[in-house]
């Protein structure tokens, strides 16, 4: 069985960390498949999907280290290209990546306690994203 | 249903970025499943996948990044190993990862507008490569 | 058809890099799905998977690459949630991602002769960890 869902969100931009978790949870809930897998992809090259445990430090560490491979004020030549000054955020999204497979059994995602899934937006100016949610089993 | 597609690809190497978007689609539309999701795999330690806007200035920015974090003229123990001098090219595999996996529904993937699937052949050397493209779905 | 399995592994912590494979494809054999994909997850925000040529030189270019990119001795605003001193962990668990995807076909994981894969335990002390190995295919 394959249902496909979309998640619709509203980012500031600028490594904004959204914790998608409980999005997903209910969409796996809701659905007629038990046990499978959730992929869970972003459709844009600015943004990318990870884990965290979702709590104010590391809120802030990871744009912070984000800036620091990746700085967000040097010459990248993408915007030679365009002049809309986001080349960091692709090379952000590129390096996280756009796509995200979570097993869920008996209706329960197989997370640990202190984990959360995250959507991390890194362009520079607030967007509306559509993320899909392809879930997959029996 | 399961199938099992195949892409052979020659690249030059040294972080050669390949757009591999439309090899994907094709599959996708001309495979018996309308709805699913396709894993797209890198059988080789030197090889990763990830998305990206694929347009030139970020195809100079990729690769300084990736020299940058992970310089091709620095020691690596790899190289004690085996003295082919891609230390470089296997660390930067495992950061970007092997594996990428895509939704997609009624024969479509997917994707942004602006947003592509990349093969990087980050080996130091010319190679022939044939990536595994798993279609699982409906 | 779905087969839930799991790995139960005890790690050193502090970027220990365990070689899976040979568990994952005993799995695969063993189990009544021929040809499909293969889930592998960590529950839990300090571990990480991708895969990696197992040998000696890369498995002190891997960590040391880690402490390049994100040292064990910086400061981090997660250390002044939790005191725990592992804000490094879940950041390099962050950053290589919690899931990897690897595609069968007749019962044979599609891997690279020297590839493997690997668990990466990046948490600042010994773990015993649970790895949930989702198989999906026919």
Known sequence: MVETHYLNIKTHGNTHILNITNDIANLVLSSKITSG???IFVPGATGGLTTIEY????LKDLPELMEKLIPSDKFYHHNDTWHDGNGHSHLRASLIGPS???P???KNLTFGTWQQIIFIDFDNRPRSRKLVVQLLGD
């Open 37 to 39: 897998i959730a992929t």
């Open 55 to 58: 709590e104010p430090g590391l």
């Open 100 to 102: 995200l497979t979570v």
């Open 104 to 106: 869920f059994t008996e």
